[in-house]
């Protein structure tokens, strides 16, 4: 194992780091979920590379642009900045198969529960896939974890940082003394 690979955390974006207003993509209504700042912290000092990997439907059924995802996940980084945090690299994913925009109406091997975003992730980055995980709110997050071969855990609401410091105490323990 090289040296140079490092653990990743992914993170689904709507409901674990930002609340869910339902296809939101307003800078404006951006609204971190309680501990998400310090939680992120955490995991860009404990050595994790931090991947958000988010399914935006709402660009195929027209209700906002990549272009407007692309603002939001500025201004959310912005934020954290402030507070000392930071995404590594941000994957969305704006296909559905029923979209209304023909040119993302598209059964993408990327949308969750599809894995795509994550291998994605595994082939642009050094990852140590072996030591990674997904922390998402809801079943197609865990089954997008488990079909890239890595442990999904789903947060129930709450603390993010409470939520995170107990994954990251499970996940050493899970890999053993070092
Ligand atoms: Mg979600």
């Known amino acids: 194992m090289s040296e140079a690979l490092q653990p990743a955390a992914f993170l689904d974006r709507d409901g674990v780091i930002n609340v869910d207003h339902g296809y939101t993509y307003k800078p404006e209504d951006m609204v971190f979920i309680d501990g998400a700042r310090t939680a992120i912290r955490r995991l860009n000092e ?85 030591r990674s995980f997904l922390i998402g709110d809801r079943p197609s997050d865990m089954a997008a974890a488990s079909a890239a071969g890595i442990p999904g855990y789903r947060f129930p609401g709450g603390d993010l940082d409470v939520f995170v410091a107990g994954v990251l105490l499970q996940a050493g323990i899970a890999a053993g003394p070092n």
């Open 46 to 130: 404990a050595g994790y590379l931090v991947v958000v990997v988010t399914n935006q439907s709402g660009v195929a059924r027209g209700f906002y642009s990549e272009v407007d995802v692309e603002r939001f996940h500025a201004h959310m980084q912005a934020e954290l900045g402030k507070a000392g945090a930071g995404i590594d690299a941000f994957y969305s994913c704006p296909y559905h198969p029923e979209g209304t925009v023909a040119e993302y109406r598209v059964d993408h091997p990327d949308r969750k529960p599809k894995p795509g975003m994550i291998l994605r992730a595994f082939a642009d980055l050094p990852i140590d896939a072996s």
